[in-house]
């Protein structure tokens, strides 16, 4: 790290986030080619200054204390040349998304004859908190800088080492653009911090957590700056009495089964009582088969086939997200039925039907659920930026204030009223 | 109150609040002339039964609390004919605004195949807290049932009576159009009540407090629930060094005298020096006048002509919302240094700059704060839904996120993304 940009890690929150603060301001009448610029250079850096960063990676995993990681996590953690290239063509990705800085929301002429425009305007400084993740680091720099806005990085201690090396390329590269370097800041990722972070009213404009449930509670208690939350998703898959069955099927073991971990995956399935038998005799040992522990109301318990294990569901196997490969299995007597239960355990994040009737049911599911983002024949998998066109995203909110759905650019802005006039007063 | 339906009054905020989710659901999904019939049957309703309303204000008027009020907040409760008449009014225009449920705001096919939309849909429950105002029942009420969210109103106990009064012709006129009269319900207005409601996660989805810094500074403390506060509106004119000086008095004198006590009046002008002399020459005479208290920095107060005072500006002076007839004015050297002083002294309201460059300068004024509205050649005052076009408002956002400005029906609001398939499954 012998770097000076890097000093930035030695700040305290408060430090870092006065000087992000005052280097937003720069970079929100940045123009985009600028902006664009800089992400070209920190593409550039990340390759010209490989062996740096995954020595600094190496410190990471070296010290004692990563020795105790889990191999999921080391993982998560290790950097290797590909993975850099990856974060560079992640960069370069950015660089051809739209603007949304400037985009005109509105334009009128209103009563008193003003030229009104209503467009689109950085937040100005945000705070990402994140895991021992070293590429989230680059992801975020870059989506924060595109759309004008200063960032505030919070990794883990874990990978202090590494953001340090990635930061110092990021904030090399925006210098080179003609930027302030100031905009990307780095802390150290001490529990101390966190509760610093959340409180700097009037600094931070909004705090992004992508973390566990863990992080969310203590963000609830302390924050006063607002944070935009992810919350679990305990997203469900209905199938109705006049589904392509095979489709049904399809969808629901893609659902489970395709990325469990996943926010997006389906935690529970429920079938009209018209065609449970029948779906439920093809569709339970595909999914047993595919290593998914299955539990079930009553009546889905009678219709299991033989040798097919469906445990009796918990109250809390409704509500929860299993992130593993386990399904709870009901049955219900109607649509109207489905979307009781799922406004009632749901998350509020994905949820699909499966319907030959998409304009009539389909159309009734969507419109009467509580949730960001609603399916009709296909799977709840697809709520994601990439797949939404929107490029890259900083996570999923669940929220219902400012961005629901994947947090992209444009979400990453706030907006201004212009007003031109010609010495109109109001009388 | 014979009338049934204000027994709402009687439930705990848990209670009502319950009662309002479970009615929203239907208000969410209800046409938009089922919406708009609600609304006229409640203004027929206030018209109907104005002297069952205004025997409850009576009452609220003639209790001993109420004895100790001021005029003007007497004033403010107190409710006349012309008054009622008013609120139904104010309900049909309600009517006649654009439906901003159901909204498209984008659609598109994604890589996949599927058939995206994002449209807006309604947040669900939304609470607003106020002071001893009945009409702000009426209003909020309208809002929210046009833009399909039930509403929680936690008025002032002094206005109990006539809040109760109010409720129970909107709950009547709600369920004339068949739509479920508990989507508005009506609290006591007590401290404890407060807190209760702001920790109300999931079934409260938007707090709006119309109220002072007193009550932003509770909720700050214990709310869990998102709060859409309105800041104070430390507004600033700045005159340029080409500005029509004439233009600019006027600005200045209607920003801060047409009604000093409102968010979008002006507390601060700036003047170039260049024009200073012949400005302040001018328009301090005009302003004290018009019994303005001036104060200002060392080179206003060596500028100010004969006869006109300007007192010292402390420090606070610049900070401050005076929502009186009070002005801090200032000298600065160039329309860079106006812009920092209203990035470091503003509150994010609205600004104006008054220039003969509109569209160089102005645009660079207008590009580089850091507020929700700002104005080339035009008045502060400006910034209101309905002067916005808007139709009514239930108050005005200096957040970033979600509503930034004024909050009408559309800022009531939230988006959902509802994808049509033919069976796709992520691979």
Redesign the interface.
Known sequence: MSNGSATATHLTATEAATAARRAS?PL??ASLEARNKALAFIAAGLRERVSEILEANVADLESERAVGLTDALRDRLTLTGERVEAMAQGVEAVISLDDPVGEELEH?T???G?D?RKVRVP??VVAVIYEARPNVTVDCAALCIKSGNAIVLRGSSYAVNSNEALAAVVRDGIEKAGLPGDAVQVLNGSREELAELATLDGLI??IIPRGGEGLKAVL?EVA?V?V?YAASGNCHVYVDSDA?LD?AR??I???KT?RPGVCNAAETLLVHEDVAAEFLAKALPELADAGVELVGDERTRQLAPEGVTVGEATADDWNNEFLALKLAVGVVDSVEDAIEHV?EHGSGHSEAI?TGS?DTT?QLF???L??????????T???DGF???MGAEIGIST????A??PIGLRELT??????????????
Chains 1, 2 share one sequence.
């Open positions: 301001r929100a009448t009128r209103i009563a008193s003003l009104l937040l100005g404009d909004l609830k006063t607002p935009m392509d489709m399809e969808i073991v893609n659902a395709s406004n499966v998409p389909g969507a419109n009467s509580d949730s960001a983002a609603v399916y009709i024949n296909a799977s998998r697809f709520t797949e939404f066109g929220q219902k204030l400012h629901r759905g706030t907006t201004k009223y212009i007003l031109l006039g010609e010495g109109q007063i109001r009388r």
